[in-house]
């Protein structure tokens, strides 16, 4: 794998977005029920500038998005996704469980919400930028998914994300036009390298942003010495999952470039970001 020491400019970035970006993650789970085109849609709606999600396959192949490797907690099914036909999955209730009053009532509980498919999300949204984190590692959905991304004409439309930096070499190899963030142990690496020097960090080629929590373990991760390598390499760093309105305005005064929220309604408001006018709340 070829390593890049400044990032090229990629579509992904390009026209119509204003830093900092708006993801609204797995659609913005605070608000909606997660990973479901009734919470895309009211995202795209409110005006955020990515939709975040998850994605597993099924048991009969079918690319999903799902953040968990079961269906348990969000339906109201049981059984892991890559055991279920999508068919079956299909039979179930993905707002079965979202609640936002801690639990006293499921306001869309029987509403035909489903979990979504990747063709039904890029059907619907053709003109929105898409952050996919891959979640499932074996077995690997990579050549199936970039060929999806490219019948779609998505390439300019989609990021691909993972914790796991083996998937993202191969989603690399496959696809190498399309924009990747960098897995775990290529963030730890590009940390590493950053103290010693800021210009002595590195990302592999197609490595287009950083997407990391404020800490980990303890440990800052998020620092203008973090921010300084990454612009000097021409990268983007997204902070997740952030929901306090204090952490975000102090994210916004140290420059970041996106951040990663189930509250985006709280994000829009401290940008001054009017809601589009065709969002409603539920």
């Known amino acids: 794998m070829p390593f890049a020491c400044q990032a090229p400019k990629h579509p992904f970035f ?3 977005l204003v830093r900092p970006l708006v993801l609204a993650h797995r659609g913005g789970a605070g608000l909606w029920p997660e990973n479901t085109l009734y919470a895309f849609e009211r995202a795209a709606a409110m005006g955020v500038d990515v939709l975040e999600t998850d994605m597993h396959s099924t048991g009969d192949g079918a690319l999903v998005l799902v953040h968990d490797p079961t269906v348990d907690r969000t339906t109201n099914g049981s059984g892991r996704v890559n055991h279920l036909t999508l068919n079956q999955l299909k039979a179930l209730d993905a707002g079965y469980y979202w609640s936002e009053d801690g639990g006293r009532s499921f306001p869309v509980r029987g509403r035909g919400i489903t979990v979504p498919t990747v063709e039904e999300v890029f059907s619907a949204f053709p003109e929105m930028r898409i952050n996919i984190d891959i979640k499932q590692v074996r077995p690997s959905v990579a050549d199936q998914f970039c060929r999806l991304i490219l019948d779609f004409g ?3 439309r989609v990021m691909v994300a993972s914790f796991n930096s083996s998937i993202l ?4 190899r496959l696809c190498p036009q399309v924009a990747t963030s960098a897995g775990k142990s290529e963030v730890r690496l590009f940390y590493a390298l950053s103290l010693l020097s800021p210009r ?4 592999p080629a197609g490595c287009y942003a950083l997407q990391v929590p404020i800490a980990r373990k303890g440990l800052r991760l998020i620092t203008k010495r973090f921010l300084t390598s990454a612009r000097l390499h021409n990268l983007e760093v997204h902070a997740w999952t952030v929901n306090s309105g204090p952490q975000m305005e102090w994210l ?3 420059g970041v470039e996106g951040i990663v929220t189930d509250y985006p309604d709280r994000l829009l408001a401290l ?7 065709t969002y409603q709340r539920s």
């Open 271 to 277: 940008l001054g970001r009017r809601l589009g006018p």
């Open 154 to 156: 998505m390439v300019e």
């Open 169 to 172: 070499r191969e989603v690399r």
């Open 252 to 254: 916004l005064r140290l």
């Open 200 to 203: 002595a960090a590195f990302l």
């Open 14 to 16: 390009g026209q119509g």
